[in-house]
């Protein structure tokens, strides 16, 4: 759904009071909130959809849902200290209030995931937008086939969702692989970039693939794709790094013809590999 078919009753300039439920320190720069509207209602979202999270006198900031709209009770967003609002909500103390608006754009399709192999490939900070779909497919694993989730980091300090990577590592429910680009003295694990795991395992041709991560994993990423022979219209790529306004008003998200905040944050790379702003 849209953020205009999701919201017609509301204005959707007008952001809405959510309180904090809890609060994770998951890295030096990035914090884990759960949270819940103050009204108690639901929150409606499709996996791959994102919010608009605000403070007063701070200004506001696009940041994707980092959990299932199956696990209802709260929804969860992830925030990087890069700037000033992003600084102030960091300060917060569970108990407190934000707002938000939405949520907009669409997600990832789930008509075209279910009954099929499922290869998820999470760059860096691109596991927070995509955690949604992880958690999806993990909660109703019944309707898709295989799932294979790639996950990597610079280095291990950067790795997020802990909790999260402890149960999928030992999951029956996923085949997870993990890498970093560089180790520490505690790091046990593989060594390298990302498209190193493509070795580990093998990738059917029919399988769908959801990419999100740093610009210049896409490339390479999707050159191993080719390789598999996985057709562009099966490969779904999140293109959320660019949102700003979310209703197309401000131009920053801008790709030639498409808005990412209105055509995407999710896209089929069939749809917009010919645009080379894209990545």
Known sequence: MTAFEN?????????REAVILNIKETSQLEKHFTLRNAD????????GQFLEVSLFGYGEIPIGLASSPTRENSFDI????????????????????????????????????????????????????????IQYIMDRREEF?????????RDPSQQLFLEDLKQWRCSDKVEYYE????????????????????????????????????PIMFKF??????????AHNHIFVDLERRMKCAIGKCGHCQINNKYACLDGPVFALSDISNLEEAF
């Open 40 to 47: 108690a209602s639901k929150m409606i979202f499709e996996p």
């Open 78 to 133: 992830v925030i990087r200290t890069v700037g000033r609002v992003s600084t102030a909500i960091n300060q917060l103390k569970e108990g407190d209030s934000l707002y938000i608006r939405g949520p907009y754009g669409n997600g990832f399709k789930l008509e075209q995931l279910r009954s099929y192999p499922i290869l998820v490939v999470a760059g860096g900070v691109g596991v927070c937008p995509t955690r949604s779909l």
């Open 145 to 153: 086939k295989s799932f294979t989730l790639f996950y990597g980091t």
């Open 221 to 230: 990423v999707i050159y191993e794709l080719d390789k598999i022979g996985i």
């Open 7 to 15: 919201k017609k009753a509301e204005n959707i300039f007008l952001p």
């Open 179 to 214: 890498t970093v680009d560089k180790a520490d003295e505690h790091w046990e694990g593989p060594v390298g970039l990302i498209t190193e795991l493509f070795k580990k395992t093998s990738i059917a041709a029919e399988t769908r693939v959801i990419i999100c991560g740093p």
